[in-house]
């Protein structure tokens, strides 16, 4: 399982909402939501990735107020248990994964091994 903050899911409505994806005909009835996967590179192995899509067959959807999480199989290994957070520092703006999987986790925050 995952989990988004209330400050996360409200950074994700007003994304979602400026960038009028909200009701995307494009996407053949399905609703937009929050794609986290996980992608090989960075410093410590891998990195978060994060884009608005709809849902495929395959994905685990995890419903977060009025926000839909889609994360892929594969990545859904590694994100268990994640929080996902949005940030707003001086120097770091933006989502920031929480996740108790990571072994290590580079200086920047965006890669983690296991």
């Known amino acids: 399982m995952l989990t988004l903050t209330q400050t996360a899911v409200q950074k994700i409505e007003q994304i979602i909402q400026k960038q009028g994806k909200a009701d995307d005909p494009a996407q053949n009835g399905s ?3 929050l794609r986290i996967y996980v992608e090989g590179g ?3 192995g891998y990195q978060y990735k994060f884009k608005l899509d709809a849902a495929r067959k395959e994905d685990m959807v995890v419903q977060q107020g009025e926000i839909r999480v889609l994360i892929d199989p594969v990545s859904s290994f590694y994100l268990n248990g ?3 957070d949005f940030t707003d520092e001086i120097g770091e703006t933006g989502l920031k994964v929480s996740n108790p999987n990571a072994t290590s986790v580079c200086g920047c925050g965006e890669s983690f091994s296991v």
């Open 82 to 84: 994640s929080v996902i």
């Open 31 to 33: 609703k937009i939501g």
């Open 42 to 44: 960075g410093c410590s």
